[in-house]
């Protein structure tokens, strides 16, 4: 980042200060010739600088103004292993820093004692210590009046805490521990006050699976109650929305983190070991939360990043060489808005990218607006000032292609980061964040637009002490807040670099930690499945919806750094739809039986599925077509479709032209040719009537002529005496066969192949079976035979 070229010149009161600074330096020259006069070995036995530790842990105000008292507190503690005796915690006003480089270097150098310190302000506005035992903590707290503090010219002062004190080894008073900070000083209403933006961000890792419930409600099965934790009072998320709601600054929401909100809002189960699960029990604390959030967003401007914050980066370096992935990233885009309506009720702006850490190369950047993103959030460290800029510029800067890199300032961005558990390091925070603000408002008169991104998920502490800067900064006098929107759309300064760094130079340290070509090609490998799986079901949204969703998790930007966590939910969404998928499938079968020319062949569909299944089509293949042939061919298919917990058995017509073990492979595909789930191979042992049979039933069939032959003639002869004795035939009986006898002459063939009135046609042996109640999927019996 560019810096101030221009100092911002010397204090109001220059005299006085010369005046005090030589006063120090006369009062100090009798000390500097006794330790001249000392032998050389005497600083080896005296206490080691930095002996005693000084934390700032409040300052307040953060930004004084005329007028205010500062208040100053913290501990001190002796880390050496002498007592210190007669101690002072005492403040000095340091120089003014003219820079932003100026800054950092009192920052790097924050407790070294080899740095001079500035002038004390002493007398009253110190707090003696008469004893400092090694080990112990002391507290104290000094409340000065500002114009005590010799505050000259406006602009950013360091401003120094330091412990003084003599040991046994060094009987002389002298600084044993010192606490740098700094101080803001711009009483009065600056000038030119600079547009700032602060991006307010609100997401978290994944935690909803891909599995619901079996019931019309679909209850969502979570990986943990995790998110429980963070959205009950007191928790991370909680308190960020606590805090931002009286801030000004810009929602940055994952509408994967509302979704999954809204869903622990209606019912939600957890995942257990293997496939159980148990009842979620916070539904309260989401109601809760959603609500708080609805009032927070009212009325300010939210962005909804792309469903479930997806990792450009790593889309970019290896996801773009895996067939589909880019299609993921444009559902994700355009399902963020309507998710953030639903729950918010409020419209989000949808044309911005955030890159991880805003590290952007030009791969990342056709990436991000393939999905329709115009805006790409970058950062100062990677978009680097190359024109020698005396100060920094507004953010917006157009790259080409209609697309605008909204530049946010490293220095401001990172404040915020590493562990600021303690009260001391979110003070220090806080000040260096402030200064890094003012300096920048001090740079020049031009009117600019500064955006801050934070770090994607701050914790608890870093939450408030952002909250705590913004409250000083918004409350101040020398900037002003802007949206995001208003940033992007600001007039870019012509003097800025718009040039977006080669892919060469994107940080190792952030590729190390990206997704891997593996991972896409699992989610691609996913995808697939599941584009054959819906084909065949009845009510596509019940799989679909959360199998999508799931598959936007995968390429979370919350997977970076935890490679395990990441390989074991792809590995889990991957397996719960295999298992899903496995629910239609062919029953399988052992040996069949074919005894004769022809017959049939029943397989059996099972849907363990709760929906219909339908445009399956089932295919059986002869594998020796030349012994059994299918429908007369070599293999035949029929359209399955099969109820909910239901079964299907489809036959399939066969004939044998030798004797011999076939194997007939059974498959389901859908109806655009795919296969779909795991063939079904069964033998089919054919047996031909042998000749000795076919005698015997020969035989029989011509015993049964002769009889009926011998039948007939008797009859006949029977009638012609009675027409010889001149006797009619019995009235009613006009076959010859005698009074009252019942017909023989043929109509019992008719009697038995009639359907009596009422009933059913017979069964054709091509017809599919009606749907049977769940069966059991064991392999039929051994030895089984098939219909005639």
């Known amino acids: 980042m560019a810096e ?6 010397t204090s109001a009161s220059p005299a006085r200060r010369w005046l005090r600074h030589t006063g120090a330096l006369l009062a100090g020259a009798p000390l500097l010739a006794g330790l001249l006069q000392l032998p050389a070995a005497a600083p080896a036995q005296a206490a080691s600088p930095g002996a005693v530790s000084v934390s700032l842990d409040s300052l307040s105000p953060s930004a004084p103004t005329d ?21 002072h915690v005492g403040l000095h006003t340091g120089p003014l820093l003219n820079t932003r480089s100026a800054i950092d270097d009192v920052a790097r150098h924050a ?7 500035g002038s004390e302000v002493g007398g009253k506005y110190v ?8 080990g112990v903590a002391e507290h104290f707290s000094i409340s000065v009046p500002v114009d005590r503090l010799d505050l000259g010219r406006d602009g950013v002062y360091e401003f120094d805490v330091a412990l003084s004190g003599r040991t046994s080894a060094r009987p002389w008073e002298q600084t044993l521990g010192i606490q740098r900070t700094f101080l803001p000083w711009q009483p009065s209403e600056a000038g030119t006050r600079t547009r700032t933006t602060f991006l307010w961000p609100l997401l978290s890792t994944a935690h909803m699976t891909a599995r619901t419930g079996a019931g019309e409600l679909q209850t969502p099965v979570f990986l943990d109650d995790d998110l429980a934790e963070e959205i009950a009072p007191g928790g991370r998320l909680a308190q960020m929305v606590d805090l931002g709601k009286d801030l000004d600054v810009t929602w940055v929401i994952d509408p994967d983190l509302l979704a999954s909100v809204d869903a622990m809002a209606d019912s939600y189960r957890l995942q257990g070991d293997g496939d159980t699960t148990t009842a979620g029990t916070h539904r309260a604390v989401a109601q809760r939360w959603l609500a708080d959030l609805q009032k927070a967003v009212t009325g300010k401007e939210v962005v909804a990043l792309p469903y479930a914050d997806p990792d450009l980066a790593s889309l970019a370096h290896s996801g773009t060489s895996v067939t589909g992935s880019l299609s993921h990233l444009k559902d994700a885009t355009d399902v963020a808005a309507t998710t953030v309506e639903t729950v918010l009720h409020v419209t989000p702006s949808t044309e911005f990218a955030w890159p991880v850490e805003g590290a952007v190369d030009p791969s990342i950047i056709k990436v991000a607006t393939s999905a329709g993103a115009d805006r790409i959030i970058a950062r100062s460290d990677s978009m680097e000032e190359s024109a020698g800029l005396s100060y920094t510029p507004s953010a917006a800067r157009p790259i080409g292609g209609g697309t605008t890199a909204v530049v946010a300032d490293a220095r401001l961005s990172r404040a915020f980061e590493g562990d600021l558990t303690g009260a001391h390091s979110a003070t220090l925070a806080v000040q260096r964040f402030l200064a890094q603000s003012l300096e920048v408002n001090a740079q020049t008169d031009k009117q600019r ?4 991104a934070p770090q994607r998920m701050p914790s608890a502490n870093q939450a408030q002490a952002m909250a705590a800067a913004l409250r000083a900064l918004q409350g101040g006098t020398w900037s002003q807040a802007q949206g995001l929107g208003a940033a992007a759309a600001a007039k870019p300064d012509p003097s800025a670099s718009t040039r977006v760094p080669p892919t060469s130079a994107y940080p190792s340290s952030l590729r190390r930690r990206e997704l891997p070509r593996s991972a896409f090609e699992q989610i691609a490998r996913t995808q697939d499945k599941l584009d054959n799986f819906q084909v065949v079901l009845s009510d596509r949204s019940r799989v679909v919806t959360p199998f999508g969703r799931a598959i936007d998790r995968e390429m979370s930007t919350s997977w970076r750094g935890r490679s395990t966590e990441a390989d074991a939910f792809r590995s889990g969404v991957e397996s719960w739809l295999d298992d899903l998928t496995d629910q239609v499938k062919l029953i399988d079968k052992s040996e069949t039986k074919l005894s004769g020319r022809s017959a049939t062949i029943p397989v059996t569909v099972q849907n363990n599925l709760v929906q219909p299944v339908g445009h399956l089509v089932l295919r059986l293949t002869s594998t020796m077509p030349t012994r059994l042939k299918i429908g007369g061919r070599p293999y035949a298919e029929q359209r399955v479709d099969v109820s909910g917990g239901h079964s299907q058995s489809v036959k399939f017509t066969t004939s044998a032209n030798a004797n011999g073990r076939v194997t007939v492979i059974a498959r389901l595909y859908t109806e655009d040719g795919q296969e779909y789930g795991d063939p079904v191979s069964f033998d089919v042992k054919v047996t031909e009537v042998t000749p000795t ?6 035989g029989g069939v011509l015993l049964l002529v002769l009889a009926g032959f011998r039948m007939y003639t008797q009859r006949k002869r029977a009638a ?12 009613g009986d006009d076959d010859g066969d005698g009074p009252g006898n019942p017909d023989t002459s043929g109509d019992r063939l008719t009697e038995k192949s009639r359907v009596p009135a009422g009933e059913d046609e017979p069964e054709q042996l091509s017809d599919p079976a009606p749907d049977t109640a769940p069966e059991s999927a064991d392999p039929s019996g051994t030895g089984e035979r098939v219909d005639r």
């Open 720 to 731: 012609a005496r009675q027409a010889e004795d001149g006797g009619p035939a019995p009235a």
């Open 67 to 87: 007028g205010d008292t500062l208040t100053v507190s913290g501990t001190v503690t002796n880390n050496g292993k002498q007592a210190v005796t007669g101690a």
């Open 449 to 452: 637009s500064i955006v801050v």
């Open 4 to 9: 101030a070229a221009d100092f911002q010149g």
């Open 111 to 117: 407790d070294d004692l080899q740095t001079g310190t």
């Open 693 to 698: 049979v076919m005698l015997v039933i020969g």
């Open 127 to 134: 707090e003696k210590f008469a004893k400092l035992t090694p």
